[in-house]
């Protein structure tokens, strides 16, 4: 028998399933406050984009439906465990955002957070959130990026190879072109922490 190649996702997804451990102290690098802020803007059936290990989970408003996805089992196993907090209904499903298996113009809403930094082709995985979400619908992006800053854009260009191979997070992406480039209409983005972080709401 062939031996199976090892993808670039398949190598990623290893690396979050033992990262998956301690991710929640990592996640905290995002404010509870904005995270909560932009949850509560998804409305309707809600697409979470790598739902990690569930943090966004309580902070949906009744009224949203969630489908959360992620490529780690080990991340979902977590997110499983705070499904209890959710005050509306969550299903969770292994699956990869460069592939996804929901029709055309199925969600009202998209969201993810710190999401783009890890998945391998991040401009494939913006057009499968065009592709599924509906016409007129809103897409929600919390995510960390590039720093503007020549010098600190230049160390995280330095660090971003070992920060991939420990935790499979690039620190380095430029997620606002990458957007555009997935042909996304970007309608605001608010910078926070020095603009390394960054919320975009966007449509189809």
Same mark, same amino acid.
């Given at each position: 028998? !062939?031996?199976? $190649?090892?993808?670039?996702?398949?190598?990623?997804?290893?690396? +979050?399933?033992?990262?998956?451990? *301690? +991710?929640?102290?990592?996640?905290?690098?995002?404010?509870?406050?904005?995270?909560?802020?932009?949850?509560?803007?998804?409305?309707?059936?809600?697409?979470?984009? =790598?739902?990690?290990?569930?943090?966004?989970?309580? +902070? +949906?408003? &009744?009224?949203?439906?969630?489908?959360?996805?992620?490529?780690? &089992?080990?991340?979902?196993?977590?997110?499983?465990?705070?499904?209890?907090?959710?005050?509306?209904?969550? $299903? %969770?499903?292994?699956?990869?955002?460069?592939?996804?298996? *929901?029709?055309?113009?199925? *969600?009202?809403?998209?969201?993810?957070?710190?999401?783009?930094?890890?998945?391998?082709? !991040?401009?494939? =995985?913006?057009?499968?959130?065009?592709?599924?979400?509906?016409?007129?619908?809103?897409?929600?992006?919390?995510?960390?990026?590039?720093?503007?800053? &020549?010098? %600190?854009?230049? %160390?995280?260009?330095?660090?971003?190879?070992?920060?991939?191979?420990?935790?499979?997070?690039?620190?380095?992406?430029?997620?606002?072109?990458?957007?555009?480039?997935?042909?996304? $209409?970007?309608?605001?983005?608010?910078? *926070?922490?020095?603009?390394?972080?960054?919320?975009? %709401?966007?449509? &189809?």
């Amino acid at each position: 028998m !062939p031996k199976r $190649t090892i993808s670039q996702t398949d190598i990623i997804r290893n690396r +979050y399933n033992r990262t998956a451990l *301690f +991710y929640d102290w990592m996640d905290k690098m995002i404010p509870v406050k904005l995270r909560q802020r932009a949850i509560e803007q998804a409305n309707g059936q809600v697409l979470e984009v =790598g739902v990690g290990t569930g943090a966004n989970l309580e +902070y +949906y408003l &009744p009224g949203c439906e969630v489908m959360g996805i992620d490529f780690s &089992p080990g991340m979902l196993r977590k997110a499983r465990q705070k499904i209890v907090r959710a005050k509306v209904p969550v $299903t %969770l499903l292994e699956m990869d955002a460069e592939h996804m298996n *929901f029709p055309d113009n199925t *969600f009202d809403t998209v969201v993810a957070t710190c999401v783009f930094c890890s998945i391998p082709d !991040p401009v494939q =995985g913006f057009r499968e959130v065009k592709r599924v979400c509906k016409n007129g619908g809103r897409i929600i992006l919390l995510e960390h990026m590039r720093s503007e800053n &020549p010098v %600190l854009g230049w %160390l995280m260009d330095v660090f971003n190879p070992l920060a991939l191979h420990l935790i499979g997070s690039n620190i380095n992406r430029q997620t606002v072109e990458n957007v555009r480039r997935a042909d996304i $209409t970007i309608f605001s983005v608010e910078e *926070f922490s020095g603009k390394i972080i960054k919320l975009i %709401l966007a449509e &189809p």
